[in-house]
């Protein structure tokens, strides 16, 4: 298996007025590709926290982050905006509980406008999208006038897109009925048999971690990996 993120002794924490907050304390993991993955645990325990800072939304206190970049392993400790644009942009798919959707346009040309920083056009994949996302009526529509389910299938869709390397996805059926959230599982999924992706997915479903091989759960500042028997907590 190919490693495409790795997190060595990595502990960050927020500073609130005098007092600091130690959020995850010296964690190490590795994300493999076409490996898919429910992320657990209570409210609070830092799921969000770890997704963004596998995205580069949040810096680190201490420790390392490995990605893969053309073919090896790159410490991001030095890299610029111009690598963290580049690595969302060609092997991110975030679908984050803020959808960050295009107001002015179309759902079209939200997908459209992801593809495009990538120079990819429109492809049979994008319609199969469309199409399991129950968008294909909405593709004119501009995505202001849709209700959040809609909005956030529409998220969806765009984080898929261009299948990328990596989705991190944060409660990503939250807003959908089980029948849509059934579907979008079954499409993440097909994505990551297909593109071999890797997906983290922060969930307090236990219908939706079913459909992750793995089980990570965060927990006094520490990932547990695969715990055994764990029971699913909000
Ligand atoms: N930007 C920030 N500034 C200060 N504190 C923050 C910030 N982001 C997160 N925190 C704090 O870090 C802790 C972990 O937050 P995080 O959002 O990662 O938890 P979570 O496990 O995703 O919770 P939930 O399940 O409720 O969404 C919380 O105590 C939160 O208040």
Known sequence: MTTIVTLENMSK??????????VLNNVSLTLQQGQTIALTGPSGSG??????????????DSGDMLIRQTGNMHSVTKWQDKQWSHYRRQSLGVIFQQFNLLTPLNVRDNIQFSLALNQLAWSPW???LCHQLGLTPLLARNVENLSGGQQQRVAIARALAHKPQLILADEPTGNLDQHAGL????LLTELAQQANCCILMVTHSEQCAAFMQHRWHVENQQIVINPADMTLQG
């Open 47 to 60: 799921k969000s926290t770890l997704l963004n800072i596998i995205g580069g939304f949040e810096t680190i």
């Open 13 to 22: 924490g927020f500073r609130d007025g005098e007092s600091f907050h130690s």
């Open 183 to 186: 579907q979008v599982m079954k």
């Open 126 to 128: 994008c319609d199969e």
